[in-house]
């Protein structure tokens, strides 16, 4: 598979560098950091529109609770196992079978790994609160318009080391992973 046309000449530094831009700015626009990411990759990829709708409760550690994985992190994960995942017809609700169905979770498995080891390397920790207690020193609970606000005061949507540098970072690397991979192609 290709990049979208408009991207296909760009040279690989440039490309991971516009998705990052892409990231970004999806982030401080729209919100949403799992939905954002997807988004980026979408601009850049050109995969179906429906894996971006699917992305959007993701954010905020799940659904804004806090405690679950990073936007960014699941966001790319949907997206690496659109490439990369299992099919459905190498799943059995009758048996167990180890070609292709077992082999098939154990390699994306791998291939999720390449993601969440770069958030562990960058960040030392995948889920968001632990990522927003590093960035901002402290939690904000979004449900809380109080609370959202101070988050948006201390620089969420507007910091470029904030939460848009996070969103920014996953589309990177899963550009990366992608083009590493095989899955994605520069130039015709």
């Known amino acids: 598979m290709k990049?979208?046309?408009?991207?296909?000449?760009?040279?690989?530094?440039?490309?991971?560098?516009?998705v990052y831009e892409l990231g970004v700015n999806y982030e401080i626009n729209s919100y949403s950091c799992s939905q954002c990411t997807v988004a980026?990759?979408?601009?850049?990829?050109?995969?179906?529109?429906?894996?971006?709708?699917?992305?959007?409760?993701?954010?905020?550690?799940?659904a804004f609770q806090l405690c679950g994985t990073c936007g960014g992190l699941s966001g790319g994960m949907m997206v690496l196992d659109y490439y990369f995942g299992r099919p459905v017809e190498h799943l059995s609700d009758k048996e167990v079978i180890q070609t292709p169905n077992i082999d098939d979770l154990f390699n994306v498995v791998g291939v999720g790994r390449l993601l969440y080891n770069k958030y562990v390397e960058k960040y030392g920790a995948i889920t968001c609160a632990s990522i927003m207690a590093q960035l901002f020193g402290r939690i904000y609970?979004?449900?809380?318009?109080?609370?959202?606000?101070?988050?948006?005061?201390?620089?969420?949507?507007?910091?470029?080391?904030?939460?848009?540098?996070?969103?920014?970072?996953?589309?990177?690397?899963?550009?990366?992973?992608?083009?590493?991979?095989?899955?994605?192609?520069?130039?015709?």
């Open 40 to 62: 980026a990759l979408h601009e850049v990829l050109g995969f179906e529109d429906l894996l971006v709708k699917a992305a959007t409760s993701l954010c905020g550690g799940v």
């Open 3 to 18: 990049v979208r046309e408009k991207y296909q000449n760009l040279p690989r530094a440039e490309l991971l560098n516009k």
């Open 141 to 188: 609970y979004f449900e809380d318009m109080d609370e959202f606000a101070k988050f948006e005061k201390a620089g969420a949507h507007t910091d470029p080391k904030k939460c848009v540098s996070v969103v920014g970072n996953a589309a990177h690397w899963v550009t990366e992973i992608l083009l590493e991979k095989g899955a994605v192609e520069l130039s015709r």
